[in-house]
Nanobody
Framework: QVQLVESGGGLVQAGGSLRLSCTASERTLTTYNWAWFRQAPGKERDFVAGISYSGTSTPYADAVKGRFTISRDNAKNTMYLQMNSLKPEDTAVYYC?????????????????WGQGTQVTVSA
């Protein structure tokens, strides 16, 4: 099965930037939709951003619009999340995920593959 490996998390001051990466273990032979989720302690796992298999649809959660940018490099089999103007409320474990199908979903239950998660901590 497809394995996803995340990296790029860390500690940053408010207003700073981080770039998360998610790389698949092998090139996918089928079409996949990709997304980023995040989960803070005691909170639900929430949708952050997604990119359709075609790359034509990139929805964002309202809380991150204008600050985060999702992208994908097909040649490297890697997805990215560029996070700018970070706020303390962005602190969470961030997960990348992928699902088969013709469309994206904001529901975590619909995704087939998950990364191990990477911690992002934003200090005040």
């Amino acid at each position: 099965q497809v394995q996803l490996v995340e990296s790029g998390g860390g500690l940053v001051q408010a207003g700073g930037s981080l770039r998360l990466s998610c790389t698949a273990s092998e090139r996918t032979l089928t079409t996949y939709n990709w997304a980023w989720f995040r989960q803070a302690p005691g909170k639900e796992r929430d949708f952050v951003a997604g990119i359709s298999y075609s790359g034509t649809s990139t929805p964002y959660a309202d809380a991150v619009k204008g600050r985060f940018t999702i992208s994908r490099d097909n040649a490297k089999n890697t997805m990215y999340l560029q996070m700018n103007s970070l706020k303390p409320e962005d602190t969470a474990v961030y997960y990348c995920a992928a699902k088969r199908g013709n469309s994206l979903s904001a529901g975590a239950a619909f995704y087939n593959y998950w990364g191990q998660g990477t911690q992002v901590t934003v200090s005040a």
